[in-house]
Structures are given as structure tokens and as C-alpha cells.
């Protein structure tokens, strides 16, 4: 009688342990898909996004590009190049940061966290787009050589450069990376939507 109780309180310990696994495992997803709702059109690298809600997600196994889809995760608006990015504090909620662009342009996504990590993501967009952003927001932008969005998450990172509000282009070091502060939105961690094919 003892060793039947034993047994089954190893069983129910085993169990609490594997949900409770499953479902920190179905919180935060391997590719950090994050969900953020827009009030109004925003800019991507390589698109502008009408209001509505969007899915976040990393779109490779070295972490160097993302993806942005539609929330049931069947249409795909972009692939573009990200760099890591460090903040001092652990966020609460999942949150992006924009640019601080004119009333006349449509807010720009700057960089995102997932809830409890310091380290996110900082869109790096198309030159020809980056040059027109860094004119708008007379701040630098991180930009690739290439002017058109990624055909695919697993394309070849080219080398990255710094847009200037003068119409220039930087090589990227410590002194000229773009900021990654600016007005936040919160989001939520999504796990049900399946990865789209770009």
C-alpha cells in the first residue's frame, strides 16, 4: 500500500512538472512570435502596415532576420534583416519601440523585446527606405546595401550601414548606431499562430 502511494505521488509530481513545462513552453515560442495591434498604418522594413494586428516573429536559427504576418500567420508582409539589441531593464509585457517620426509619416519600428528579455530585435531596413526615414526622423537608421525586402528568411546577411539625416551613409560602430529608445506600445506573446511561408 505504501509503495503504490509513493509511486503514484512521483507520477502526479512528473505530471505537474511536464505541464507546467508545456505551458512555459507554449507562453514564450522558440521563435519569439510576438503580437502587437496598431491603431494606424506602420512602417516595417519593406512595407507599410494598414492598422490592424500583426505577428512578430524570427524567422531564422542564427536570429539575423524576422518576419511580419497577418494574425492567423497566412499572409506574410515582410522578411527583413534585424540586429540584436541590448536594454538595461527587463520588460513586463512584450513591447516595440518606434521612431519618432513626423505626423506626416506613419510611426517606424524601431526595435522589439519579448517579456522578460533584455536583449530584442532592431529593424534594419532597405537603403533607398532608410535614407527617406532618417530624413524624416533627422536620425540615424540602420540600413542594408540592398533596397529590396529579403525574398527569404535565409538570405546572406550583407554588410550594415548607418542612413544619415544628411542623406549619407555610415559604417555601423559604437558611435553612430541609431538610438533604440522612443514611443513604446505593449504587446502579448502569441503561440498558436503556425510560422507563414515568406
Known amino acids: 500500500m505504501r509503495r503504490g502511494t509513493l509511486v503514484t505521488l512521483v507520477v502526479g509530481i512528473l505530471v505537474l512538472v511536464l505541464l507546467n513545462g508545456a505551458e512555459s513552453f507554449a507562453q514564450k515560442p522558440m521563435d519569439n512570435r510576438i503580437s502587437f495591434t496598431f ?66 509619416m506613419p510611426r517606424a519600428v524601431r526595435a522589439w523585446w519579448t517579456t522578460g528579455e533584455r536583449t530584442g530585435w532592431e529593424a534594419v531596413y532597405p537603403k533607398e527606405q532608410a535614407h527617406l526615414l532618417a530624413k524624416g526622423t533627422n536620425t540615424a537608421v540602420l540600413e542594408t546595401s540592398a533596397n529590396e525586402p529579403l525574398a527569404s528568411p535565409d538570405a546572406v546577411e550583407p554588410p550594415l550601414e548607418v542612413a544619415t539625416p544628411s542623406g549619407g551613409d555610415a559604417k555601423l560602430d559604437s558611435t553612430n548606431a541609431p538610438p533604440t529608445a522612443g514611443p513604446a506600445q505593449k504587446g502579448s506573446v502569441t503561440s498558436i499562430m503556425p510560422p507563414a511561408k515568406p
Open 39 to 104: 491603431s494606424g498604418p506602420v512602417t516595417i522594413p519593406g512595407a507599410t502596415l494598414p492598422a490592424g494586428q500583426y505577428v512578430f516573429r524570427i524567422a531564422d536559427n542564427s536570429h539575423s532576420t524576422a518576419q511580419v504576418t497577418s494574425a492567423d500567420g497566412k499572409t506574410s508582409y515582410s522578411v527583413f534583416f534585424v540586429l540584436r539589441t541590448e536594454r538595461s531593464d527587463l520588460p513586463n509585457d512584450p513591447e516595440i519601440h518606434f521612431m519618432e517620426t513626423p505626423a506626416s
